[in-house]
């Protein structure tokens, strides 16, 4: 079976199970197709979407302190990397790193990161790899002794719930091996007006690249929704501390995919993500309970975002 076919397998069988529970639920990896990945770019550009901007500002002012932390020679893994441009930052810091392994299920992003890469450093090894990051992959072997950075930049960690993302980070731990290190990005606890304006911009750039989930499942697994019978809504969950993305029915419906059916209430919802914002105290538990120890935390002037470095 071919790469694209065990994903829409993937795609269709995550869709059933999650659109059968209740409440109706959609795993937030299958936002970032071609057209996703184009539109979450866009969102990285608005001026409301601060979590981009505010981490490449910290990666950029203590862009000496980072690499003085991690030394010479380390070959680094990223576990999802976008466009690769914050990757881009981190190399360019580093002494003499001896590698770039981009790693992510989606070949679209993949293939950009790997080709900006790659264009930006002449010379130094690029290897990505096509895996789901949250589960155990191999790393390359050409990789040989060199010693490994993982990097995770974004607050993506902020889209696993807490149990599933200290997982995450002992699985992390395992594949880059004894003496790894990484770096990694995390929002943090602010106001929820501004929590929820990063979520739900003016433009309505968010609000499509919600309903491009919908869009997608149509395209792939033969589902029939209709995008205008959903709406897009975001919100702050202070309990939980985590923005939640959903997907509104407008009018009580019913949605075929995969030779089932689905029905909607009018006004229930399809919970697509989350992103979780934490407290220095809480992302330290959470870096220890998965067998790391939190070095060192970096963060702008208005405490706003953080970047960690993580040691095993």
């Known amino acids: 079976m071919s ?86 930052l981190l190399l360019a810091a580093l002494p003499a790193p001896a590698a770039y392994v981009p790693v992510d299920i989606a070949p679209e992003w993949l293939e950009a990161a790997a080709s900006r890469i790659a264009a930006a450093r002449p010379g130094l090894p690029v290897l990505p790899v096509v895996a789901d990051f949250a589960q155990p992959f191999a790393l390359p072997a050409r990789l040989g002794a060199a010693p490994r950075l993982g990097f995770f930049p974004g607050s993506t960690i902020g889209n696993f719930e807490p149990g599933e993302a200290t997982l995450f980070l002992r699985r992390a731990r395992e594949t880059l091996g004894r003496g790894a290190r990484m770096l990694l990005g995390a929002d943090l606890v602010k106001d929820a007006a501004v929590l929820e304006a990063a979520y739900d911009d003016a433009a309505g750039v968010t609000a499509g690249f919600n309903l491009n ?78 067998g790391w120890r939190a070095a060192t935390m970096w963060t702008d002037e208005r405490a706003w975002f953080s970047v960690w470095l993580l040691e095993g």
């Open 3 to 88: 790469g694209e076919a065990a994903q829409r397998v993937a795609l269709i069988a995550d869709a059933v199970t999650g659109l059968s529970a209740v409440p109706k639920t959609l795993p937030c990896k299958w936002l970032y197709d071609a057209a996703g990945a184009d539109l979450f770019e866009a969102i990285t550009r608005l001026p409301e979407y601060y979590p981009t901007r505010t981490e490449v500002g910290i990666l950029t002012d203590q862009a000496d302190a980072i690499a003085a932390a991690i030394g010479p020679g380390a070959a680094v893994v990223e576990f999802g990397p976008g466009d690769g441009a914050k990757a881009e």
């Open 213 to 290: 989930l919908l869009r997608r499942l149509n395209r792939e697994a033969g589902a029939d929704f209709d995008l205008g019978g959903f709406r897009h809504r975001a919100v702050w969950n202070a309990a939980a501390e985590r923005v939640e993305m959903h997907l509104v029915a407008q009018r009580a419906q019913t949605v075929r995919l995969a030779g089932r059916e689905f029905r909607f209430a009018e006004g229930e919802t399809i919970h697509t993500e989350n992103s979780h914002k934490y407290r220095p105290e809480r992302l330290r538990g959470l870096a220890e309970a998965a």
